[in-house]
């Protein structure tokens, strides 16, 4: 069926260097993305999310792109810290009919010093 | 703590044996979902519930397990006869379900050990 995916199961950043996760979606329907962060035995805590109807949006040291043409999502986080040491997912949501979000497998994050 | 709490955190239990987890969401949300979670993967939608309706089931929710939010706010997921495989986190999350695309928020989640 259709899913959302991720590029790469593993990243390793030296800290202070940018991190770029990349996600894939195949539904075209999809209109709300959200990226969670997720440490070892805790629930997936929300970093940030974006609307179709957007390209870009920026938080707090991250930034999220939607590139709907090649169904393309990714995660920049700047000034990547120890702490972001994670695994990352991105989610999809088609519509507001109070769908559950589907996710894909999750890239994991090493920061090294 | 405002956010979405999930008790017990940790349980181990006997094959054959029923067990009980319970999910309080953000006061507000009136929308609350549970999702399972195995090692390696992202968490898998079970069932969600609109205030005490529950609107959809997946297919990974066996006839074993049952779900209940009789009054709108707390929710109970149930799993009897437990089986090896049922062994996984149970993550519960919440959302407002007023506003358009909101965000799930979820709860630290139960991890369950199927002996």
């Known amino acids: 069926g259709e899913s959302v995916g991720l590029h790469l199961p ?3 950043v030296q800290e202070g260097d940018n991190s770029i996760i990349n996600c894939a979606y195949s539904n075209s329907a999809s209109d709300y993305f959200i990226w969670y962060k997720q440490e070892s035995g805790k629930g997936p805590q929300f970093i940030i999310d974006i609307r179709s109807n957007m390209d870009k949006r920026q938080g ?3 930034t999220v792109l939607l590139n709907k043409t090649v169904k393309h999502l990714s995660l920049q986080i700047a000034a990547t810290q120890p702490g972001d040491s994670a ?9 507001d009919s109070g769908y559950a979000l589907n996710f894909g497998k999750g890239t994991s994050l090493l920061v090294t010093p | 703590d405002t ?11 006997k094959r054959g044996q029923n067990v009980t987890f319970r999910c309080d969401p953000i006061s507000e949300h009136n929308r609350l979902y549970w999702y399972r979670q195995t ?9 969600y519930f609109q205030n005490e309706a529950q609107l ?11 779900a209940e939010r009789p009054k709108g706010s707390f929710s109970t997921l149930e799993i009897q006869r437990t089986e090896q495989g049922d062994s996984a986190m149970y993550l519960c999350a919440s959302r407002n379900g007023l506003a358009v695309q ?14």
């Not at chain 1, 990352?88 to 088609?94: G, L, P, S, T």
């Not at chain 2, 090692?39 to 069932?47: A, D, I, N, V």
Request: proline letters at 5%; glycine letters at 10%.
């Open chain 1, 10 to 12: 593993t990243l390793s």
């Open chain 1, 60 to 62: 707090q040291r991250v």
């Open chain 1, 87 to 95: 695994v990352y997912f991105c989610a999809e949501n088609v519509g």
């Open chain 2, 3 to 13: 956010g979405v709490s999930q008790n017990p955190r940790h349980k181990i239990t």
């Open chain 2, 39 to 47: 090692l390696g993967q992202g968490p898998e939608f079970l069932t």
């Open chain 2, 56 to 66: 959809e089931k997946s297919r990974l929710l066996s006839d074993r397990f049952s």
């Open chain 2, 102 to 115: 909101e965000t799930q928020y979820f709860g630290p989640g139960t991890r369950l050990l199927v002996l």
